[in-house]
Each structure stands twice: as C-alpha cells, then as structure tokens.
C-alpha cells in the first residue's frame, strides 16, 4: 500500500502546473474531493520547486493556501486552515510594497484568519484579519478590481466584531462599507450579486440589533435583487437562497405572517437540492430547512414537519464530527427540535437527549464564544421543562443560574437581552411560587422593569414577554402592574406598525392583543387611576381601525399653520391616501412600493411631530383629549375583564366615575352566549319570554347600576348616552335593558342610547364637520333581487317611502335592482353624503373582512369600503341584516359593516345587531325619516339617534320585542 501511495505522489509531482489549476477548478464545477486531494499535493510538490529565496515562491504560497482554505471550508478540518494562514503570512512577509501581490496576500490571510475566528472565536484573530484587510484596501489603486472585495471583506469583519462586542459603531461602519462597494458595482456588473449579499447580511444584522423594521424589509430586497442574478447555475445561488430564506424567517418571527415562512421553506428545500451529499454547506442547509420545518410545526401543529427537522438535524449532526465548526450548533438545534417533540409526545428520552446534546454544546462554546449564551439559554430551556415534569429543586436553581450567565453576556442592545430577562424573571417567579423568598420575587420584577427599556422596536417575543410581566404583577397586586400594561400596549402599538394594510395580518392582530386591554383597565380601576384607565383602554382596542383611521386624520388646523406645515399636510395627505388604497394589496410585486410609502409616510409624521403643538400628533390620546368624547353626553365604557368587570362614565369637564359591576365575565360570557344563541332563532318563533329574561338580567347586573350614577352625576333624563362596550358586552343590547314591568321605565324611558367602538371614533366622528353645501346629496341604494340569497320583497316600496320623505328637501337619487352593483354603488357615494342601504347583509365572523352588502353582480366587501375615498359622508342607514355583527374571536376589534361605514367618514349610522324582517325595515325606515326631516329644510346626522329613538317607541305596539330593538345608532 505504501509503495503505491509513493508511486502515486511521485506521478503527481511530475504533473505541469495547468493539470494542477484543472483539478482545482474542477473540484470547485464537481465538488470531488479527490480532485482537491491531488491539487493540494501538487502545489505541496510545486512548493518544494521554490524554496526560500525564490521569487516565484508567494505565489506557490498562495495557490497552496487557497486549496487549503478550499478543504478547510468543505471537510471543516482545523488544520488546514491553520496551515493556510502560516503560509499566507510567510507570503505576506516576502512581499514588500510597492510589489501590486503583497495586496492580494494580505486580503486572502484575513480571509483565513476571518474563517478561524468564525471557528474558535479567538478576537485575535478577527482584529488582525482587519488589520489585514485594512492594509490590502490602502495598498489598492481606486478602480482595482478586488477593491470592493476588500470593502466587502472589512465589512464582514466589522459585523462580527459587533457581534462579539457589542458597539453599534461597527455596524454602521459595515453598512457603509457594503453600500460603497455596491456603487463600485453596478448594474451588469459580475460581483454585485455579492455585494447585494454583503449588504443584505448587514441590515439584517442591524435589524436583530435595533428591530427597524424599514432594514429588514430593505435585506429582504437586496437578498431578492442578489437572487435574480445567481440563475440556476450559478455558484452561489444556494447563498442567496439560503439568505433569502434567513430573512423571511426573522420577518416571519417579527410579524408572524405565514406566507414568508411558506417561502422561506421553499427557498430552503431549493437550496438544499444544490447541496447534494458531499457538498461542503449540505449540512448548513439541512439545518436550516430544518429550522423552518420546526417553525412551521410550531405554527401550525403538523407532526410530519417536526419530524422532519429532527431527521434533518440528525443528518446534519452526521455532517458535523467533533472538531467541526459548527457541530454546536446542530447539537443546539437538535435539541430544540427534541423539546418540541417532548411537549408534543411527552416521550422522556426526547429531552433527556436535547439535554445531553445541549450540554455537548456549551462545552464546545466556552467563555468568549460568540454564541454561548444562545447554549446557556437553550440548556436551561431544557432543564426548566424537566424540572416541570420531575420537580427536582437543584435543576431550577440550575437553570436560574444558566439564565443568569446568560443575562451578564446580553448586554443592554444585545437583540436577545429581553429574552434572557423573561427567562430569568419567570424563573425566579417559580422558584418564588415553590419556596416562598421574597427575594426572588422582587429581583423577578426588577428583570421585568428593565423591559420598559427596550432601545429597540419591540419584537413578538418582547410584546409577549411584558404581557406576562404584566398578568404576574396583576395577579400580586405588585405596584409595577400599571407599568407593564403601559409597557405592553406600548409594544403592541409597535407591533400593529409594522404590518402593512392588509386583512392577512388581523389574525396576527387579534392574538397579539388578546384581553390586553381590558386586564390593563381593571388594573387601572383597582389602583384607582380612573383616567389611566380610559387612555389603556383605548389604547389597546380597535386598533386595526386606529392604525388605518391615521390614514384619514383631518389636518385643518395644520394646514393653516404657515407654508411649511401647510407643505407638511399636504404631503402627509398624499402618501396616506395611497397607502389607503394599497389596503390587502400587500402582494409580492408591490411590497418594495408599499414599504417605500410606509418609510415616506413615517418621515412625514416625525417631522410634523416637530412643529409646534404637534408633538402628540398621531399618538394615542391622553384623557384630557379623551374627554372630548363627551361633549354631547356622558360616554360609558362597559369592561369586562377576567378580574373585574366595571364600568366608567366620561363626563365632560368632570372626573371620571367607576361603577363596579356585580357579575364575573364569565357570566358576562354565558349571558352573550345565551342571548347569541337566541338572536339565531329569531323570526322562527316567539321568544319574547326567553328575550325579557335576559334584558332583566342586563339590567340589573350592569345597566341599572350605571344609571343610578348618571342621576347621580347630574345628567338629565332624556339626554343622549353613548355606550362604549368591551370584550363580551359588545354583543349585548345593552341599550335596550330594562325591567319590563309595568310603572318601572326601562333604559329606553329615561335615556336615548348610542355606540361608538372606542371613544377616539366618536371624537373624530365630532371633529369632520360638515362643509354644508348648498344643496345635500342623497342616495338610496335597494338591492333586492342579489346574485345570491332569497329575494327581498319590500325594498322597492322601502325606497320608495324613502324618496317621499326625502326629495322634498334634498336632491334625491335613487339606485335600484341592475343599477345597485358593486361599483354602481361606490361610483354614487362618491357624489352623496347621505345614504340609505337596502338589501341583504351578509356577516363573515370568521374572515370579518369579507362581510359584504348583497348587490347584483356580487359582494361589495369591507375592504372595498375600507379603500374608498368618498368626500364628507354624513350618515347611512343601514337596512340590512347583522350589520354591527364582527370577527367572533376578536370582539374588540369591530370589523363589522356598520364600524367600516363609520371609518370611511360617515359620522352617523344606524345598524342591526340581529335579523331584520323585510316588512320591519319598511316600517322603520318610514317612521324614522319622518322624524329626521324637520321644518329647517336641511338634514342633521346629529338629530338621527333622536329620531331613530322616536321611530322605535311610535311602532311599539306594531312589531315584535326582537325588532324594536335591532337597530342601534352609532356615532354623533
């Protein structure tokens, strides 16, 4: 064996040097190893030829090195590259400026030194990697060709030397760098899809650093710009798919939208077919698919996907032997995804071998190991999960200290800080539940203050992190509770800013927010801060429609305020009405075009927050201004929370009153499940019996009480009210409670009742007033024969009643039957700011967005009503069936027909909560104009819940209990 391997070397040396760059090249085209095997005794060989002294001898050197550094990357071997940069220095140092090689040998042993750093962390090695790169880039001339190379390289270095350290610094620096080498390669030119990638690498890790989310956005592109240029048979396709992929999962872990995980799998099981086996990222791309296969387990519950990534990372590990760069790293992931199968299966050997890989791991990222705290983290994640299972007391003292270590090397701007303090913080908090030291809990809550904090946007995980900061200091009555309400609704604010406007993300909305908001305000009322109360509350609902309603503010007293607010307005106008009109248009061709507006968009409102008395322009509304809800009448929001339910009544110019409510939400709860059951069978029989009994119930657990405060605080009987329910009352007819007994009044005796969803929409609703033209526009639209649904008898006479009341004193135009489509009756509101509807309503409460009003070619939808752009609508009577009927998961959000009417600008609306019978609608549509039109000759939308009021007590006596009250009023 030995005389053939001799006789094999003795062949190799006598090969010429171009057989020598073939196997080279051909190992780089076929990925086999032999051929690199050979290359490197050759140049070893060729080496022997040039000894010291020898002028050829730094470029045998170099050939020799970048085979070396070539096996090193595919086999992952230390001594290779060890070896490569002793001969890269040896090279540097025969060479002497001005000779044009010492530059190149210089930028390749800091590629080198970069790759051993990347190995061993050694800082080192990366500073004289830098130092290497530096020197290179000073001995190049401006137009070499390896000058933006250079550029890419000292970028790289910069980034990691962030990474280890810390110093935003070196991350701008990066970022600079990378641009400047992105110039020096323009479109055409063969290595900008490296320097596509350069940059990319780069604002994705300032994203994970500051959380902005314009960076990530901007990695996305260049990552997709790098890919279009590295067609199937390009060498480092497989990088950018890889990249690509990387991103989409950071977006997708950020916002939570499923498409951008569904494409980073798909880019990953791409790449991973470039990959075949032998190929040197094979492993690197079996863990990432892996990763991602893992996330989607994760999301969706597919046991097949967590499988999966187990074999994956099985696989990989393979890949990885001991002394493999990267081995911790699989053996981190490995564990992860066993844990996840433990919580799944409950299989002990599953963590019981995540345990054992994420210990193999730590050992092998020792102290000044970039990633060690990743290991630290991940071990005590494991550890927590057995202490839950077996309750061994010195594995929770264990896993509290891991957190700690891993605590002291997150630094305050470390991405993962917030992490490692609710990991930290929860765990104390255990250890506080099972022992009982006060200390553990005040040093718990001392973690969790640091949240409030953050020097970066706030992530999905930061948002959950203060949510269950809050929940605890709830739950213990901790006088940080207020605090981290605050924090977490600060937090969610930030969340809803980064989605586009697209109903693909309201589900994203609705688990972010959750019983956010009314925990917060029962919080707020136990500490007594009644004013606290009203601004989280307000704060945390409907906030799909307050991030849209930003899109729609009146700019009046701006545009008055001298040329460059007036420039400001208009501006802000502009970019508002497209980002309006790119609502559920967030597709792929338009994203780049959508974020372009969004970073514009945001610009425009710094800088007008800049101007004098603008300062809180477009933040949410402190209680002196939330107190303008009740100018016209007192405002009542009705709170059901898992610890209390209260209400609070807004007065204007008055302190708030609490009114505690005597019944739990899960009464609440039961009572709206009853009364929603019931509303269903409707119209099918009598259930006035049934109904009564429940509007009792309403009224003396919940109405009763808060009227006794009315009288209490002065306000007349007669007056206007506005209910302002939350959680489960938003599906309760509060408005029509009563005793219903003779000689006792009911709700409706003593007050008239109106609704508004939060009370900045009744506020804004008060602030568009009329520009009163000199003529009023109305439209009355009846469709009674839809594309779909049974035929509506009386919409035709109800139009007709309608024009008899209404033509005498406005200009009238009628839209019936094959005129009533769906751009028919955009195309008229946009010439009339008054509106009656007649048709079918038809809800959606599990896509709210695709609730629709029934015209003859089909749906005319929330979201094309959320798109429009009608000029001073005024008020729409809604005739049709369930129109105040939203997303049944997520009640606090409104997503209902009547709520998309009153954010396109209609001040006042008249909706149904229920069914409404063809024949009603006739009758309370006449009734109701008749005492909307008074002797003035003009319309009043302020006059329109008086009148409805009025309509409903004159048919009493006329229609069943179910349809006097199914129509409410909504608005001013």
């Known amino acids: 064996m030995a005389d053939n391997v001799r006789e094999r070397r003795a062949v190799l040396q006598n090969c010429p040097y171009d057989f020598t760059t073939f196997l080279h090249q051909r190992f780089h085209q076929q990925g086999v190893p032999s051929d690199l095997d050979d290359a490197i005794e050759l140049y070893q060989a060729a080496l022997l030829l040039h000894p010291a002294g020898d002028p050829d001898r730094p470029a045998a050197l170099n050939n020799l090195c970048m085979s070396l550094q070539a096996r090193f990357q595919q086999r992952g071997f230390p001594s290779d590259l060890d070896d490569a940069i002793e001969l890269y220095r040896e090279a540097a140092l025969l060479l002497h400026p001005p000779d044009p090689n010492r530059s190149v040998i210089l930028n390749n042993l800091g590629v080198s030194l970069h790759s051993r750093f990347e190995q061993r962390s050694v800082p080192r090695d990366l500073d004289e990697a830098l130092e290497s790169h530096l020197t290179a880039l000073l001995l190049f001339p401006p137009d070499h060709d390896y000058r933006p190379a250079c550029l890419n390289h000292i970028a790289m270095g910069l980034r990691d030397r962030f990474k280890q350290r810390g110093d935003p610094s070196d991350l701008d620096k990066a970022i600079a760098l990378d641009q400047t080498a992105l110039f020096f390669r323009p479109s055409g030119h063969l290595e900008r899809s490296m320097s596509l990638n350069n940059l990319a690498l780069g604002l994705r890790a300032r994203f994970h650093q500051r959380g902005v989310p314009s960076d990530l956005d901007e990695s996305i592109e260049h990552n997709r710009d790098a890919l279009l240029l590295r067609p199937a048979s390009h060498p480092d396709r497989f990088a950018s798919l890889n990249n690509l992929a990387l991103s989409l999962l950071d977006r997708f872990h950020q916002r939570g939208v499923p498409s951008d995980l569904d494409e980073s799998i798909e880019h990953n099981r791409a790449g991973l077919l470039l990959c075949p086996p032998g190929h040197p990222d094979r492993s690197m791309s079996l863990d990432n698919l892996a990763f991602t296969l893992r996330d989607r387990f994760k999301q969706r519950g597919v046991p097949s996907d967590l499988d999966e990534a187990i074999k994956l990372h099985r696989d990989a590990l393979l890949l990885r032997p001991p002394g493999h760069s990267d081995r911790p790293g699989s053996l981190d992931n490995l564990a992860l995804s066993l844990l996840d199968r433990f919580h799944q299966r409950g299989v002990p050997s599953d963590l019981d071998e995540a345990i054992e890989h994420n210990r193999a791991a730590l050992l092998l990222r020792p102290l000044g190991h970039s990633d060690r705290s990743m290991s630290l983290n991940n071990l005590a994640a494991c550890l927590w999960e057995r202490f839950n299972e077996e309750g061994v007391p010195s594995e929770l003292d264990e896993v509290i200290e891991l957190h700690r270590d891993a605590l002291l090397l997150r630094r305050p701007g470390h991405s993962y800080r917030s992490m490692s303090l609710y990991n930290l913080a929860t765990c104390l908090w255990e250890r506080f539940e099972q022992e009982g030291v006060s200390s553990d809990l005040d040093e718990s809550f001392q973690l969790f203050l640091q949240l409030s904090h953050l020097s970066h946007a706030a992530s999905r995980t930061d948002l959950n992190a203060a949510k269950s900061w809050a929940a605890l200091a709830h739950q213990v009555n901790h006088p940080t509770a207020l605090v981290a309400y605050d924090t977490a609704l600060k937090f969610l604010d930030q969340q809803v800013a980064l989605l586009s406007s697209s109903s693909r993300h309201f589900n994203i909305i609705g688990e972010a927010i959750s019983s956010l908001a009314t ?108 107190q303008k809800a009740a100018e016209e009448g007192p405002a009542i929001i009705v709170n059901a929370s898992q610890y209390s339910c209260d209400a609070l009544i807004i007065l204007s110019g008055q302190d708030p009153v609490h009114v505690p409510l005597d019944i739990a939400q899960t009464e609440v709860s039961e009572l709206s499940s009853e009364f929603q059951f019931l509303s269903e069978q409707f119209g099918s029989s009598d259930h006035q019996y049934e109904l009564v009994g429940i509007l009792r119930k309403l009224w003396d657990c919940i109405v009763l009480p808060i009227v006794q405060a009315l009288m209490d605080s002065k306000v007349h009987p007669r007056s206007r009210i506005w209910w302002c329910p939350t959680a489960e009352f938003a599906l309760l007819p509060l408005h029509a409670a009563g005793p219903y007994e003779k000689n006792k009044d009911n709700l409706s005796h003593i007050f008239i009742s109106s609704y508004t969803p939060t009370l900045a929409t009744l506020i804004r609703a008060r602030q568009r007033v009329s520009r009163h033209a000199s003529t009023q526009h109305f439209v009355a639209i009846g469709q009674g024969k839809p594309d779909t649904g049974k035929e509506l008898q009386c919409v035709a006479p109800e139009l007709a009643v309608v024009a008899q009341r209404l033509e005498p004193v406005v200009s009238f135009t009628s839209l019936e039957d094959g005129d009533a489509t769906v751009q028919g009756a955009l195309d008229a509101l946009n010439h009339n700011q008054w509106l009656h509807l007649s048709c079918h309503g038809m809800p959606n409460r599990q896509q709210p967005f695709e609730s629709s009003f029934a015209m003859r070619d089909g749906p005319l939808m929330i979201k094309d009503i959320i798109r429009s752009n009608w000029q001073n609508p005024e008020f729409a009577f809604l005739s049709a069936c369930h129109t105040t009927v939203g997303d049944e998961k997520s009640l606090d959000e409104s997503i209902h027909l009547a709520a998309a009417m009153q954010f396109s600008g209609f001040r006042s609306v008249i909706g149904s909560m229920w069914s409404v019978n063809d024949d009603v609608a006739l009758q309370v549509a006449s009734a109701f104009y008749g005492y909307l039109v008074d002797g003035s000759g003009r319309l009043d939308c302020t006059r329109a819940a008086v009148a409805l009021h009025k309509a409903m007590k004159s048919l009493r006596k006329k229609i069943p209990l179910e349809q006097q009250i199914v129509f409410v009023h909504i608005g001013v």
């Open 519 to 626: 925990d917060a305000f029962s919080c707020s009322v136990r500490y007594g801060a009644l004013t606290t109360a009203a601004e989280l509350v307000e704060q945390g609902r409907a906030v799909f429609w307050t991030q849209l309603a930003r899109f729609s503010t009146p700019l009046d007293e701006l545009s008055v305020s001298g040329d460059t607010s007036a420039a400001l307005a208009e501006e802000f106008r502009r970019l508002s009405f497209c980002l309006r009109n790119t609502f559920d248009q967030s597709t792929e061709d338009r994203s780049s075009q959508i974020r372009q507006l969004t970073i514009q968009w945001d610009d425009v409102v710094s800088r007008i927050r800049m101007l004098p008395d603008f300062s809180r322009f477009l933040l949410p509304l402190l209680f002196s201004d939330l």
